[in-house]
Protein backbone atom coordinates (compact mmCIF):
# COMPACT_ATOMS: atom_id res chain seq x y z
CA UNK A 1 0.00 0.00 0.00
CA UNK A 2 1.38 3.01 -0.97
CA UNK A 3 1.87 6.17 2.07
CA UNK A 4 -0.87 8.26 0.53
CA UNK A 5 -2.98 5.71 0.37
CA UNK A 6 -2.43 4.69 4.70
CA UNK A 7 -2.74 8.81 5.13
CA UNK A 8 -6.14 8.45 3.84
CA UNK A 9 -7.31 5.26 5.62
CA UNK A 10 -6.10 6.70 8.30
CA UNK A 11 -7.53 10.41 7.94
CA UNK A 12 -11.21 8.70 7.43
CA UNK A 13 -10.75 5.85 9.83
CA UNK A 14 -10.21 8.77 12.43
CA UNK A 15 -13.24 10.81 11.05
CA UNK A 16 -15.55 7.68 11.60
CA UNK A 17 -14.05 6.88 14.99
CA UNK A 18 -15.24 10.78 15.76
CA UNK A 19 -18.53 10.09 14.53
CA UNK A 20 -18.89 7.30 16.63
CA UNK A 21 -17.59 8.58 19.35
CA UNK A 22 -19.96 11.35 19.25
CA UNK A 23 -22.93 9.50 18.72
CA UNK A 24 -22.13 7.28 21.17
CA UNK A 25 -22.42 10.52 23.92
CA UNK A 26 -25.08 11.58 21.95
CA UNK A 27 -26.85 8.54 22.69
CA UNK A 28 -25.88 8.37 26.51
CA UNK A 29 -27.40 12.28 26.48
CA UNK A 30 -30.71 11.72 24.50
CA UNK A 31 -31.37 8.39 26.70
CA UNK A 32 -33.11 9.43 29.35
CA UNK A 33 -35.71 11.36 27.11
CA UNK A 34 -36.01 7.54 25.25
CA UNK A 35 -36.23 6.28 28.90
CA UNK A 36 -39.34 8.26 29.67
CA UNK A 37 -40.82 8.05 26.14
CA UNK A 38 -40.43 4.10 26.67
CA UNK A 39 -41.62 4.43 30.36
CA UNK A 40 -45.19 6.76 29.34
CA UNK A 41 -45.77 4.32 26.60
CA UNK A 42 -45.78 1.32 29.15
CA UNK A 43 -47.98 3.23 31.83
CA UNK A 44 -50.43 3.87 29.27
CA UNK A 45 -50.33 0.42 28.50
CA UNK A 46 -50.84 -0.38 31.96
CA UNK A 47 -53.45 1.75 32.80
CA UNK A 48 -55.98 0.17 30.38
CA UNK A 49 -54.94 -2.96 31.87
CA UNK A 50 -55.98 -1.58 35.24
CA UNK A 51 -59.38 -0.42 33.64
CA UNK A 52 -60.11 -3.75 32.65
CA UNK A 53 -59.29 -5.77 35.65
CA UNK A 54 -60.83 -3.52 37.67
CA UNK A 55 -63.85 -3.49 35.41
CA UNK A 56 -64.09 -7.20 35.94
CA UNK A 57 -62.91 -7.03 39.85
CA UNK A 58 -65.96 -4.82 39.92
CA UNK A 59 -68.66 -7.37 37.79
CA UNK A 60 -67.49 -10.27 40.18
CA UNK A 61 -67.94 -8.27 43.44
CA UNK A 62 -71.47 -7.37 42.00
CA UNK A 63 -72.34 -10.57 41.05
CA UNK A 64 -71.44 -11.79 44.73
CA UNK A 65 -73.46 -8.80 46.46
CA UNK A 66 -76.53 -9.90 44.85
CA UNK A 67 -75.99 -13.80 45.34
CA UNK A 68 -75.87 -12.35 49.16
CA UNK A 69 -78.90 -10.26 48.57
CA UNK A 70 -80.88 -13.33 47.79
CA UNK A 71 -79.49 -15.22 50.23
CA UNK A 72 -80.32 -12.58 52.98
CA UNK A 73 -83.95 -12.23 51.90
CA UNK A 74 -84.30 -16.30 52.35
CA UNK A 75 -83.75 -16.21 55.41
CA UNK A 76 -81.39 -14.13 57.25
CA UNK A 77 -77.97 -15.82 56.91
CA UNK A 78 -79.32 -18.52 58.98
CA UNK A 79 -80.02 -21.14 56.00
CA UNK A 80 -77.48 -23.66 54.37
CA UNK A 81 -76.95 -21.30 51.20
CA UNK A 82 -74.63 -18.53 52.72
CA UNK A 83 -72.51 -21.61 54.25
CA UNK A 84 -72.29 -23.40 50.66
CA UNK A 85 -71.66 -19.16 49.76
CA UNK A 86 -68.18 -18.91 51.97
CA UNK A 87 -67.32 -22.54 50.84
CA UNK A 88 -67.67 -21.97 47.19
CA UNK A 89 -65.61 -18.60 47.64
CA UNK A 90 -62.28 -19.38 49.41
CA UNK A 91 -61.65 -15.13 49.80
CA UNK A 92 -64.47 -14.72 51.32
CA UNK A 93 -64.01 -15.23 55.17
CA UNK A 94 -67.62 -14.17 56.25
CA UNK A 95 -71.04 -12.03 55.74
CA UNK A 96 -72.29 -10.10 58.37
CA UNK A 97 -75.49 -8.31 58.82
CA UNK A 98 -75.99 -5.06 61.35
CA UNK A 99 -78.89 -3.05 61.88
CA UNK A 100 -79.52 0.94 61.00
CA UNK A 101 -77.34 1.73 64.40
CA UNK A 102 -75.06 -0.28 63.18
CA UNK A 103 -74.92 -3.07 65.38
CA UNK A 104 -74.02 -6.98 64.07
CA UNK A 105 -77.37 -8.55 64.23
CA UNK A 106 -76.58 -11.73 61.97
CA UNK A 107 -72.97 -13.38 60.84
CA UNK A 108 -71.86 -16.43 59.41
CA UNK A 109 -69.04 -16.66 62.28
CA UNK A 110 -69.51 -17.35 65.38
CA UNK A 111 -66.94 -15.57 67.12
CA UNK A 112 -68.32 -12.71 69.01
CA UNK A 113 -65.04 -11.39 69.24
CA UNK A 114 -64.82 -10.67 65.73
CA UNK A 115 -68.16 -9.25 65.70
CA UNK A 116 -67.11 -6.19 68.04
CA UNK A 117 -64.59 -5.60 65.61
CA UNK A 118 -67.01 -5.11 63.03
CA UNK A 119 -68.74 -2.36 64.67
CA UNK A 120 -66.08 -0.56 65.32
CA UNK A 121 -65.12 -0.63 62.16
CA UNK A 122 -68.53 0.65 60.92
CA UNK A 123 -68.88 3.16 63.72
CA UNK A 124 -65.16 4.58 63.13
CA UNK A 125 -66.05 5.03 59.40
CA UNK A 126 -70.00 6.32 59.65
CA UNK A 127 -69.37 9.33 57.53
CA UNK A 128 -68.85 7.01 54.24
CA UNK A 129 -71.73 4.51 55.81
CA UNK A 130 -74.19 6.20 56.57
CA UNK A 131 -75.31 7.73 52.99
CA UNK A 132 -75.17 4.21 51.67
CA UNK A 133 -78.96 3.40 52.27
CA UNK A 134 -79.47 7.06 50.27
CA UNK A 135 -77.77 5.59 47.57
CA UNK A 136 -79.56 2.34 47.72
CA UNK A 137 -83.34 4.77 47.54
CA UNK A 138 -81.65 6.30 44.57
CA UNK A 139 -81.28 2.93 42.56
CA UNK A 140 -77.56 3.12 42.67
CA UNK A 141 -75.89 0.05 44.83
CA UNK A 142 -72.65 1.58 46.50
CA UNK A 143 -70.12 -0.86 47.40
CA UNK A 144 -67.80 0.63 50.33
CA UNK A 145 -64.58 -1.64 50.97
CA UNK A 146 -63.36 -0.56 54.48
CA UNK A 147 -59.74 -1.75 55.69
CA UNK A 148 -60.10 -3.89 58.69
CA UNK A 149 -57.70 -4.93 61.33
CA UNK A 150 -56.50 -8.08 60.14
CA UNK A 151 -55.58 -6.70 56.93
CA UNK A 152 -59.07 -8.10 55.51
CA UNK A 153 -61.26 -5.90 53.61
CA UNK A 154 -64.93 -5.42 54.72
CA UNK A 155 -67.52 -4.56 51.61
CA UNK A 156 -70.14 -3.08 52.94
CA UNK A 157 -73.76 -2.52 51.03
CA UNK A 158 -77.19 -1.69 51.96
CA UNK A 159 -79.71 -4.05 51.81
CA UNK A 160 -82.94 -3.55 49.79
CA UNK A 161 -85.25 -4.85 52.22
CA UNK A 162 -87.42 -4.10 55.35
CA UNK A 163 -86.77 -2.14 57.63
CA UNK A 164 -84.89 0.82 56.30
CA UNK A 165 -81.30 1.02 56.93
CA UNK A 166 -79.65 -2.72 57.33
CA UNK A 167 -76.77 -2.56 56.35
CA UNK A 168 -74.87 -5.64 54.84
CA UNK A 169 -71.20 -6.50 54.34
CA UNK A 170 -68.59 -9.56 53.24
CA UNK A 171 -65.47 -9.82 54.07
CA UNK A 172 -62.49 -10.43 51.98
CA UNK A 173 -58.98 -11.94 52.36
CA UNK A 174 -57.69 -9.36 49.63
CA UNK A 175 -54.22 -12.05 48.94
CA UNK A 176 -57.03 -15.16 48.34
CA UNK A 177 -59.26 -12.96 46.04
CA UNK A 178 -56.39 -11.60 43.79
CA UNK A 179 -54.88 -15.46 43.23
CA UNK A 180 -57.62 -17.26 42.95
CA UNK A 181 -60.56 -14.80 41.22
CA UNK A 182 -58.51 -12.21 39.65
CA UNK A 183 -55.35 -14.60 38.64
CA UNK A 184 -57.16 -15.90 35.00
CA UNK A 185 -57.73 -12.64 34.44
CA UNK A 186 -54.11 -11.57 35.12
CA UNK A 187 -52.88 -14.04 32.92
CA UNK A 188 -55.25 -13.90 29.91
CA UNK A 189 -54.27 -9.97 29.63
CA UNK A 190 -50.56 -10.68 29.96
CA UNK A 191 -50.20 -13.93 28.08
CA UNK A 192 -46.32 -14.28 26.97
CA UNK A 193 -45.82 -10.80 26.13
CA UNK A 194 -45.21 -9.46 29.89
CA UNK A 195 -45.46 -10.31 33.42
CA UNK A 196 -48.46 -9.05 35.43
CA UNK A 197 -47.92 -8.71 39.16
CA UNK A 198 -49.75 -7.79 42.13
CA UNK A 199 -48.41 -6.04 44.94
CA UNK A 200 -49.79 -5.33 48.85
CA UNK A 201 -49.40 -2.03 51.04
CA UNK A 202 -46.09 -3.18 51.91
CA UNK A 203 -44.80 -3.59 48.17
CA UNK A 204 -44.15 -7.06 48.48
CA UNK A 205 -45.91 -9.15 45.69
CA UNK A 206 -49.06 -11.13 46.59
CA UNK A 207 -49.36 -12.33 43.35
CA UNK A 208 -47.30 -12.29 39.77
CA UNK A 209 -48.40 -14.17 36.09
CA UNK A 210 -44.67 -15.53 36.32
CA UNK A 211 -43.59 -17.83 38.51
CA UNK A 212 -40.33 -16.26 38.54
CA UNK A 213 -39.34 -13.46 40.68
CA UNK A 214 -39.45 -10.00 39.39
CA UNK A 215 -36.90 -7.98 40.09
CA UNK A 216 -38.33 -5.26 41.69
CA UNK A 217 -36.26 -2.37 39.63
CA UNK A 218 -37.43 -3.50 36.35
CA UNK A 219 -41.24 -3.45 37.72
CA UNK A 220 -43.28 -0.45 36.24
CA UNK A 221 -46.21 1.07 38.49
CA UNK A 222 -48.66 3.40 38.16
CA UNK A 223 -49.05 6.09 40.84
CA UNK A 224 -52.47 5.92 41.67
CA UNK A 225 -53.26 2.50 40.13
CA UNK A 226 -55.22 0.65 42.85
CA UNK A 227 -57.08 -2.04 42.54
CA UNK A 228 -60.86 -1.32 43.20
CA UNK A 229 -61.89 -2.69 46.40
CA UNK A 230 -58.35 -3.05 47.52
CA UNK A 231 -57.22 0.44 47.80
CA UNK A 232 -53.63 -0.61 49.74
CA UNK A 233 -52.72 -2.96 46.77
CA UNK A 234 -51.13 -2.09 43.25
CA UNK A 235 -50.59 -4.00 40.08
CA UNK A 236 -47.53 -3.60 38.26
CA UNK A 237 -45.67 -4.47 34.55
CA UNK A 238 -42.63 -5.95 33.79
CA UNK A 239 -41.31 -7.33 30.55
CA UNK A 240 -40.29 -10.98 29.60
CA UNK A 241 -36.99 -11.36 29.42
CA UNK A 242 -36.06 -7.53 28.67
CA UNK A 243 -35.67 -4.65 30.92
CA UNK A 244 -36.37 -1.13 29.70
CA UNK A 245 -32.71 -0.85 29.85
CA UNK A 246 -32.08 -3.60 28.11
CA UNK A 247 -34.03 -2.82 24.97
CA UNK A 248 -31.95 0.61 25.20
CA UNK A 249 -28.60 -1.08 25.57
CA UNK A 250 -29.39 -3.51 22.50
CA UNK A 251 -30.94 -0.33 20.58
CA UNK A 252 -27.64 1.59 20.86
CA UNK A 253 -25.29 -1.17 20.74
CA UNK A 254 -27.23 -2.25 17.36
CA UNK A 255 -26.60 1.49 16.03
CA UNK A 256 -23.09 1.34 16.80
CA UNK A 257 -22.42 -1.57 14.84
CA UNK A 258 -24.58 -0.70 12.42
CA UNK A 259 -22.34 2.19 11.89
CA UNK A 260 -18.96 0.38 12.57
CA UNK A 261 -20.19 -2.09 9.78
CA UNK A 262 -21.02 0.66 7.41
CA UNK A 263 -17.46 2.38 8.41
CA UNK A 264 -15.94 -0.69 7.64
CA UNK A 265 -17.40 -0.98 4.24
CA UNK A 266 -16.91 2.80 3.35
CA UNK A 267 -13.25 2.40 4.66
CA UNK A 268 -12.46 -0.99 2.03
CA UNK A 269 -14.05 0.78 -0.93
CA UNK A 270 -12.02 4.10 -0.44
CA UNK A 271 -9.15 2.09 -0.02
CA UNK A 272 -10.27 0.25 -3.61
CA UNK A 273 -11.48 3.57 -5.54
CA UNK A 274 -8.01 5.10 -4.56
CA UNK A 275 -5.97 1.70 -5.48
CA UNK A 276 -7.30 2.35 -8.57
CA UNK A 277 -6.72 5.87 -9.36
CA UNK A 278 -3.60 5.38 -8.28
CA UNK A 279 -3.19 2.48 -10.83
CA UNK A 280 -5.01 4.61 -13.68
CA UNK A 281 -2.33 7.54 -12.87
CA UNK A 282 0.76 4.89 -12.98
CA UNK A 283 -0.42 3.68 -16.09
CA UNK A 284 -0.79 7.19 -17.72
CA UNK A 285 2.43 8.40 -16.65
CA UNK A 286 4.11 5.51 -18.04
CA UNK A 287 2.07 6.27 -21.34
CA UNK A 288 3.35 9.60 -21.40
CA UNK A 289 7.01 8.77 -20.27
CA UNK A 290 6.52 6.29 -23.12
CA UNK A 291 5.61 9.11 -25.70
CA UNK A 292 8.28 10.83 -25.08
CA UNK A 293 10.88 8.10 -25.16
CA UNK A 294 9.65 6.99 -28.79
CA UNK A 295 9.57 9.88 -30.31
CA UNK A 296 13.45 10.63 -28.95
CA UNK A 297 14.26 7.49 -29.96
CA UNK A 298 13.00 8.54 -33.84
CA UNK A 299 13.89 12.14 -33.53
CA UNK A 300 17.83 10.86 -33.79
CA UNK A 301 18.07 8.22 -36.63
CA UNK A 302 15.89 10.69 -38.18
CA UNK A 303 18.28 13.88 -37.51
CA UNK A 304 21.31 11.58 -38.71
CA UNK A 305 19.84 10.31 -41.71
CA UNK A 306 18.75 13.77 -42.95
CA UNK A 307 21.76 15.07 -42.14
CA UNK A 308 23.78 12.37 -44.31
CA UNK A 309 21.43 12.39 -46.90
CA UNK A 310 21.39 15.99 -47.60
CA UNK A 311 25.46 16.09 -47.52
CA UNK A 312 25.46 13.49 -50.20
CA UNK A 313 22.90 15.38 -52.03
CA UNK A 314 25.40 18.07 -52.32
CA UNK A 315 27.70 15.98 -53.72
CA UNK A 316 30.14 17.87 -50.63
CA UNK A 317 31.95 14.15 -49.85
CA UNK A 318 34.38 13.52 -52.65
CA UNK A 319 36.00 10.54 -51.05
CA UNK A 320 34.53 7.19 -52.51
CA UNK A 321 35.25 5.56 -48.82
CA UNK A 322 33.66 8.40 -46.90
CA UNK A 323 30.83 8.07 -49.28
CA UNK A 324 30.15 4.71 -48.05
CA UNK A 325 30.58 5.23 -44.25
CA UNK A 326 27.97 7.73 -44.92
CA UNK A 327 25.69 5.18 -46.82
CA UNK A 328 25.97 2.33 -44.22
CA UNK A 329 25.24 4.99 -41.59
CA UNK A 330 22.03 5.99 -43.62
CA UNK A 331 20.97 2.01 -44.06
CA UNK A 332 21.72 1.15 -40.27
CA UNK A 333 19.69 4.13 -38.89
CA UNK A 334 17.00 3.44 -41.37
CA UNK A 335 17.11 -0.14 -39.67
CA UNK A 336 17.24 1.11 -36.18
CA UNK A 337 13.60 3.38 -37.12
CA UNK A 338 11.95 0.46 -38.59
CA UNK A 339 13.13 -1.83 -36.07
CA UNK A 340 11.32 0.51 -33.29
CA UNK A 341 8.11 0.86 -35.59
CA UNK A 342 8.16 -2.99 -35.73
CA UNK A 343 8.08 -3.48 -32.38
CA UNK A 344 5.55 -0.98 -31.66
CA UNK A 345 3.40 -2.47 -34.40
CA UNK A 346 3.99 -6.07 -32.99
CA UNK A 347 3.21 -4.66 -29.58
CA UNK A 348 -0.32 -3.50 -30.28
CA UNK A 349 -0.82 -6.55 -32.16
CA UNK A 350 0.19 -8.39 -29.27
CA UNK A 351 -2.27 -6.50 -26.96
CA UNK A 352 -4.79 -6.73 -29.76
CA UNK A 353 -4.12 -10.83 -29.34
CA UNK A 354 -3.87 -10.54 -33.32
CA UNK A 355 -0.20 -11.36 -33.36
CA UNK A 356 0.07 -14.52 -34.91
CA UNK A 357 2.99 -17.62 -34.72
CA UNK A 358 3.67 -19.85 -37.50
CA UNK A 359 5.54 -22.47 -35.52
CA UNK A 360 7.68 -24.40 -37.28
CA UNK A 361 10.73 -26.51 -36.29
CA UNK A 362 13.73 -24.51 -36.12
CA UNK A 363 17.23 -24.84 -35.05
CA UNK A 364 18.31 -21.98 -32.49
CA UNK A 365 21.73 -21.81 -33.14
CA UNK A 366 20.71 -20.42 -36.85
CA UNK A 367 18.53 -17.94 -35.68
CA UNK A 368 20.74 -16.36 -32.96
CA UNK A 369 23.29 -16.36 -35.81
CA UNK A 370 21.40 -14.46 -37.92
CA UNK A 371 21.03 -11.71 -35.77
CA UNK A 372 24.67 -11.35 -34.73
CA UNK A 373 25.32 -11.29 -38.53
CA UNK A 374 22.77 -8.22 -38.57
CA UNK A 375 24.51 -6.14 -36.04
CA UNK A 376 27.83 -7.05 -36.35
CA UNK A 377 28.99 -3.68 -37.96
CA UNK A 378 27.05 -1.93 -34.56
CA UNK A 379 28.46 -4.47 -32.32
CA UNK A 380 31.97 -4.05 -33.82
CA UNK A 381 31.67 -0.17 -34.24
CA UNK A 382 30.66 0.20 -30.48
CA UNK A 383 33.56 -1.85 -29.45
CA UNK A 384 31.89 -5.04 -28.09
CA UNK A 385 33.42 -8.64 -28.65
CA UNK A 386 30.56 -11.69 -28.26
CA UNK A 387 31.84 -15.24 -27.34
CA UNK A 388 28.94 -17.25 -28.52
CA UNK A 389 29.12 -20.93 -27.01
CA UNK A 390 27.21 -22.76 -29.70
CA UNK A 391 25.12 -25.76 -28.15
CA UNK A 392 24.39 -28.73 -30.29
CA UNK A 393 21.52 -29.66 -32.13
CA UNK A 394 19.54 -27.19 -30.09
CA UNK A 395 16.19 -27.85 -32.14
CA UNK A 396 12.97 -26.58 -31.27
CA UNK A 397 9.28 -25.82 -32.47
CA UNK A 398 9.13 -21.89 -32.85
CA UNK A 399 7.56 -18.80 -34.87
CA UNK A 400 11.13 -17.70 -36.42
CA UNK A 401 10.52 -14.18 -36.86
CA UNK A 402 8.80 -13.94 -33.34
CA UNK A 403 12.42 -15.96 -31.83
CA UNK A 404 14.50 -13.48 -34.08
CA UNK A 405 12.57 -10.40 -32.30
CA UNK A 406 13.31 -11.60 -28.89
CA UNK A 407 16.90 -12.34 -29.24
CA UNK A 408 17.50 -8.44 -30.85
CA UNK A 409 15.91 -7.31 -27.58
CA UNK A 410 17.81 -9.25 -25.32
CA UNK A 411 21.01 -8.31 -27.70
CA UNK A 412 19.85 -4.63 -27.99
CA UNK A 413 19.53 -4.37 -24.09
CA UNK A 414 22.83 -5.78 -23.48
CA UNK A 415 24.46 -3.09 -25.55
CA UNK A 416 22.43 -0.63 -24.24
CA UNK A 417 22.73 -1.41 -20.18
CA UNK A 418 26.69 -2.46 -20.27
CA UNK A 419 27.88 0.68 -19.42
CA UNK A 420 31.76 0.63 -20.09
CA UNK A 421 32.00 -3.30 -20.24
CA UNK A 422 31.98 -4.41 -23.68
CA UNK A 423 31.74 -8.23 -23.44
CA UNK A 424 28.93 -10.22 -23.86
CA UNK A 425 28.49 -13.90 -23.78
CA UNK A 426 25.69 -15.90 -25.75
CA UNK A 427 25.14 -19.48 -25.15
CA UNK A 428 22.95 -22.12 -26.69
CA UNK A 429 21.94 -25.18 -24.32
CA UNK A 430 20.11 -28.33 -25.84
CA UNK A 431 19.00 -30.74 -22.98
CA UNK A 432 16.69 -33.43 -22.91
CA UNK A 433 13.16 -31.25 -22.88
CA UNK A 434 14.22 -28.00 -23.09
CA UNK A 435 16.15 -25.26 -25.49
CA UNK A 436 18.14 -22.66 -23.75
CA UNK A 437 18.69 -19.34 -25.42
CA UNK A 438 21.25 -17.05 -22.81
CA UNK A 439 22.66 -13.82 -22.81
CA UNK A 440 25.17 -12.64 -20.42
CA UNK A 441 26.58 -8.73 -20.00
CA UNK A 442 28.66 -7.22 -17.31
CA UNK A 443 27.21 -4.06 -17.05
CA UNK A 444 25.07 -1.91 -14.70
CA UNK A 445 22.53 -4.55 -13.96
CA UNK A 446 19.14 -4.08 -11.93
CA UNK A 447 18.09 -3.81 -8.45
CA UNK A 448 16.54 -6.29 -6.59
CA UNK A 449 13.62 -3.85 -5.87
CA UNK A 450 13.51 -3.44 -9.82
CA UNK A 451 13.73 -7.00 -11.39
CA UNK A 452 9.71 -8.30 -10.84
CA UNK A 453 8.42 -5.42 -12.68
CA UNK A 454 10.91 -4.97 -15.93
CA UNK A 455 8.51 -7.43 -17.33
CA UNK A 456 6.06 -4.44 -17.31
CA UNK A 457 4.68 -2.78 -20.69
CA UNK A 458 6.45 0.95 -20.71
CA UNK A 459 8.49 0.04 -17.61
CA UNK A 460 11.80 1.40 -17.33
CA UNK A 461 14.31 1.30 -14.31
CA UNK A 462 14.25 4.43 -12.32
CA UNK A 463 18.20 4.81 -12.70
CA UNK A 464 19.37 7.87 -14.45
CA UNK A 465 21.83 5.77 -15.73
CA UNK A 466 19.01 3.85 -17.59
CA UNK A 467 17.29 7.26 -18.83
CA UNK A 468 20.01 8.45 -20.80
CA UNK A 469 20.04 5.48 -23.01
CA UNK A 470 16.88 5.15 -25.54
CA UNK A 471 14.63 2.57 -24.71
CA UNK A 472 10.59 2.44 -25.30
CA UNK A 473 9.95 0.24 -21.96
CA UNK A 474 8.46 -2.57 -24.50
CA UNK A 475 11.34 -4.81 -25.37
CA UNK A 476 11.07 -7.23 -21.91
CA UNK A 477 7.24 -7.05 -22.23
CA UNK A 478 7.40 -8.50 -25.82
CA UNK A 479 9.75 -10.80 -24.80
CA UNK A 480 7.92 -12.54 -21.95
CA UNK A 481 4.57 -12.44 -24.07
CA UNK A 482 6.54 -14.36 -27.25
CA UNK A 483 7.63 -16.85 -24.58
CA UNK A 484 4.16 -17.55 -23.50
CA UNK A 485 3.09 -18.11 -26.70
CA UNK A 486 5.73 -20.96 -26.83
CA UNK A 487 4.41 -22.13 -23.71
CA UNK A 488 8.56 -21.19 -22.53
CA UNK A 489 9.15 -18.49 -19.94
CA UNK A 490 11.88 -15.83 -19.49
CA UNK A 491 14.03 -16.11 -16.32
CA UNK A 492 16.70 -13.67 -14.93
CA UNK A 493 19.90 -13.33 -12.84
CA UNK A 494 21.27 -9.69 -12.40
CA UNK A 495 23.29 -8.10 -9.99
CA UNK A 496 23.84 -4.11 -9.78
CA UNK A 497 27.22 -3.17 -11.25
CA UNK A 498 27.66 -6.76 -11.89
CA UNK A 499 25.88 -7.46 -14.73
CA UNK A 500 22.73 -9.39 -15.97
CA UNK A 501 22.15 -13.22 -17.52
CA UNK A 502 18.52 -13.11 -19.34
CA UNK A 503 17.78 -16.78 -20.08
CA UNK A 504 14.50 -18.13 -22.60
CA UNK A 505 13.13 -21.71 -22.37
CA UNK A 506 11.37 -23.23 -24.94
CA UNK A 507 10.14 -26.76 -24.10
CA UNK A 508 10.61 -29.49 -26.33
CA UNK A 509 8.44 -32.17 -26.66
CA UNK A 510 10.59 -35.48 -26.43
CA UNK A 511 10.75 -37.72 -29.15
CA UNK A 512 11.74 -40.89 -27.40
P1 LIG B 1 13.87 -0.41 -22.68
O1 LIG B 1 13.36 0.05 -23.99
O2 LIG B 1 13.81 0.60 -21.60
O3 LIG B 1 15.18 -1.09 -22.77
P2 LIG B 1 12.94 -3.03 -21.94
O4 LIG B 1 11.56 -3.57 -21.75
O5 LIG B 1 13.77 -3.74 -22.91
O6 LIG B 1 12.80 -1.50 -22.21
O7 LIG B 1 13.63 -3.10 -20.52
C1 LIG B 1 13.01 -2.62 -19.40
C2 LIG B 1 13.99 -2.11 -18.36
O8 LIG B 1 14.75 -3.23 -17.86
C3 LIG B 1 15.05 -1.20 -18.93
O9 LIG B 1 14.59 0.14 -18.93
C4 LIG B 1 16.20 -1.41 -17.97
O10 LIG B 1 16.01 -0.63 -16.82
C5 LIG B 1 16.06 -2.86 -17.55
N1 LIG B 1 16.97 -3.76 -18.29
C6 LIG B 1 16.65 -4.57 -19.34
N2 LIG B 1 17.73 -5.29 -19.73
C7 LIG B 1 18.75 -4.92 -18.92
C8 LIG B 1 20.14 -5.31 -18.83
N3 LIG B 1 20.68 -6.20 -19.66
N4 LIG B 1 20.88 -4.72 -17.86
C9 LIG B 1 20.35 -3.82 -17.03
N5 LIG B 1 19.04 -3.40 -17.06
C10 LIG B 1 18.27 -3.95 -18.01
Do not use: C
Not at 98 to 121: F, G, H, P, R
Not at 386 to 413: K, T
Not at 449 to 469: C, G, M, P
Amino acid sequence: MSKLLVQVVVLVTSLILTFILFYAVFERSTRNKTEREILEIYEAQLESILFSINQYNQDIVESWVNQINQIILSGNLENEDALLFLSDHPSVDLIFISDNQYKIIATTNSNSQSNDNIEDLLKSNLDAIKPLPGYLEADYQKLLPLLGRSNNFYIVFALKEDPPGRLAGLMVNPTTFISEVLSPRLQEVARDEMILSAFNGSDSTVYSTNSESVMDEEVIRLPDGRLLFFPSYYLGISFRGETLNDLIDERTRNDVLFIMMISIVLIVGIAFIFAGIQKELRLSKMKSDFVSNVSHEIRTPLALISMFAETLEMDRVKDEKERNKFYHIINSETRRLSGLVNRILNFSKMEAGKRSYEMATLNLNDVVGEVMLSHDYHLKNLGFTVDFDRGENVLLEGDRDSIYEAVVNLLDNAMKYSADSKNILIKTVANVDSAIFSITDFGMGIPKSEQKKIFNKFYRAEDSLVHNTKGSGLGLNIVYEIMKAHNGNITMDSKPGKGSTFELHFQIKSTG
